[in-house]
């Protein structure tokens, strides 16, 4: 048997984009409401977020941090963490300024001196 046949003709894929992981509060936007969640990861393609009342499947969201705005749709709820499929890819300039976004966060239980 051809190990191709199961899949159409096409070989099985993973993942075509690399995930980073984020962990950042992003401000998330949909027709319904706003509301602050947790960006999981992102990748050029999706992110996954996590949080109350995130938007359901086949609903379009606006991502907004770091002065990056992401534009897509839920494509998976499973009312925990969603996860959006972006309307065009992430630019490399746009990934960076999120992976700076985490760098600027604050560590938890550190003071920064004056």
């Given at each position: 048997?051809?190990?191709?046949?199961?899949?159409?003709?096409?070989?099985?894929?993973?993942r075509?984009s690399?995930?980073?992981?984020?962990?950042?509060?992003?401000?998330?936007?949909?027709?319904?409401?706003?509301?602050?969640?947790?960006?999981?990861d992102?990748?050029?393609?999706g992110?996954?977020?996590?949080?109350?009342?995130?938007?359901?499947?086949?609903?379009?969201?606006?991502?907004?941090v770091?002065?990056?705005?992401?534009?897509?749709?839920?494509?998976?709820?499973?009312?925990?963490?969603?996860?959006?499929r972006?309307?065009?890819?992430v630019?490399?300039?746009?990934l960076?300024?999120?992976?700076?976004?985490?760098?600027?966060?604050?560590?938890?239980?550190?003071?920064?001196?004056?």
């Amino acid at each position: 048997m051809d190990p191709n046949s199961r899949f159409g003709g096409r070989r099985a894929e993973r993942r075509k984009s690399q995930r980073d992981p984020m962990g950042i509060p992003v401000a998330l936007h949909s027709i319904a409401q706003s509301r602050v969640v947790t960006m999981v990861d992102v990748s050029t393609t999706g992110a996954r977020v996590a949080g109350h009342g995130l938007p359901d499947v086949g609903k379009d969201v606006l991502l907004k941090v770091a002065g990056v705005e992401l534009f897509g749709t839920v494509v998976r709820n499973n009312e925990k963490e969603a996860a959006m499929r972006f309307d065009q890819p992430v630019r490399a300039s746009e990934l960076e300024k999120l992976r700076s976004a985490i760098d600027d966060q604050p560590t938890e239980g550190t003071i920064e001196e004056q």
